[in-house]
């Protein structure tokens, strides 16, 4: 009971810090989160609703079909008879059940009806058969984590002229086929904070190497994209030496044995950088169980790294990042709902009200358009047994 109450505190901590990041296009410019973080996640004074801020354990099922309204607070806005699909990446990965619980949450609050595909594996093939069944079901709305930026135009395009409104969260996919993309901090950002850990953690020298997740993915190669930019165009990383980019798949095995091939092939290896928070759990372990001087860090859930993060040489990881996927799946739902009822069309300029997360204005980027839910979150000795319980 502590913990829930205490998981309660936290994710509405997590939903002030939210608060403070959204609609603003700032954030894409502004410098690493890395300092204020650790402000940021003192537990707010004041409890939210428990319904709304408790973190959903439950993994969601393969194809979740609630058509309840939910029991506790009145629906903002009517969203019963339509209903709206999220397709995750992946079965088996934690950060997406998390945000598939968020997005349920949300939907359901509205009176929405709400089904959620994980496919089998982490690939562009795997999504676009869901996506078919999907349009073969006269879905409202498809919200999609996307396994690759061009592959899924022909289906996205095709349920798009079905009239099913098209977003991405978390992973984009090419920007004229979706509406707008739910992205959950800046690109740019996420590099800067990711560059600057690893000049930290190596001393501003020597080798490193990055586990990422599949070759394909949208997100984790714009963010490594940033931090490859950052290296060519900022001489005070001339001394880092990037050995290479290896791919886990976001599958733990695969994640392990390139973590071991890594250790291996590089004995002057001095960081592994791992944005995704399977590679970095597989990694993680790996490092501790060696007992590697190798460090970590990247972008990972409190609950899984916990028991890596500290700054003593019995820790893998001395500190990382991440975003809340609970709300990240909250903001895509809501978003769902508003390109559902014509509130938005996605379009920059945009506003609409994603529930207790607050306003929202969609903003433009490289000629498309996103909505971005925050900053990144930095988890360290001082905060992690406080957010291990909560996502
Ligand atoms: C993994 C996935 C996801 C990414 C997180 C950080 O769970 O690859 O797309 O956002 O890591």
Redesign the pocket.
């Known amino acids: 009971m502590k913990k829930k109450v205490l998981s309660v505190l936290l994710a509405s901590a997590m939903v002030a810090s939210v608060l403070a990041g959204c609609g603003s296009s700032a954030a894409d410019t502004a410098a690493p989160a890395a300092d204020a973080a650790a402000e940021e996640a003192a537990p707010a004074e004041e409890a939210a609703p428990a319904e709304e801020a408790a973190p959903a354990e439950e993994a969601a099922t393969e194809a979740a079909v609630d058509t309840a309204a939910a029991d506790s607070a009145a629906p903002a806005a009517d969203a019963s008879g339509s209903t709206y699909a999220l397709v995750t990446?992946s079965a088996g990965?934690?950060?997406?059940e998390r945000m598939a619980s968020g997005f349920q949450e949300a939907v359901e609050a509205q009176g929405g009806t709400v089904v959620i595909q994980n496919p089998e594996a982490?690939t562009p093939d795997a999504q676009i058969s869901v996506i078919q069944s999907l349009i073969s079901q006269g879905v409202s709305s498809i919200a999609v984590?996307g396994n690759d930026a061009n592959a899924l135009t022909a289906v996205l395009t095709e349920a798009k002229d079905a009239g099913i409104k098209i977003l991405t969260l978390?992973?984009d996919v090419a920007p004229d086929t979706r509406t707008v993309y739910c992205n959950?901090a800046g690109v740019q950002q996420i590099g800067e904070t990711l560059m600057e850990a690893v000049y930290d953690l190596t001393g501003g020298e020597g080798d490193w190497a990055i586990l990422s997740?599949?070759s394909q993915?949208t997100?984790?190669n714009a963010w490594i994209d940033a931090m490859k930019k950052l290296m060519e165009s900022d001489s005070k990383y001339a001394k880092l030496n990037l050995v290479e980019v290896a791919y886990g798949d976001?599958e733990p095995q695969k994640s392990t044995d390139q973590t071991q091939a890594l250790l291996q092939n590089y004995p002057d290896l001095k960081v592994i950088c791992a944005?995704?928070?399977?590679?970095?759990a597989a990694a993680a372990k790996v490092l501790q169980d060696q007992k590697s001087t190798v460090k970590l860090t990247?972008?990972?859930?409190p609950s899984e790294m916990a028991e890596y993060i500290g700054d003593d040489d019995a820790h893998s990881c001395p500190y990382m990042y991440?975003w809340n996927?609970i709300d990240?799946g909250r903001l895509a739902g809501y978003t769902s709902i508003a390109l559902v009822d014509g509130t938005i069309t996605g379009a920059a300029g945009d506003k609409f009200t994603a529930g207790d997360l607050g306003d929202y204005t969609i903003e433009e980027i490289d000629g498309s358009t996103q909505i971005i839910l925050g900053p990144p979150f930095k988890f360290d000795p001082s905060n992690i047994d406080e957010w291990k319980s909560v996502y």
């Not at 990965?93 to 997406?96: S, V």
Request: hydrophobic residues 40%; charged residues 15%.
């Open positions: 990446k990965n934690p950060f997406m982490a984590d978390d992973s959950q997740a599949t993915a997100n984790q976001d944005p995704t928070t399977v590679g970095i990247g972008l990972g859930l991440l996927p990240l």
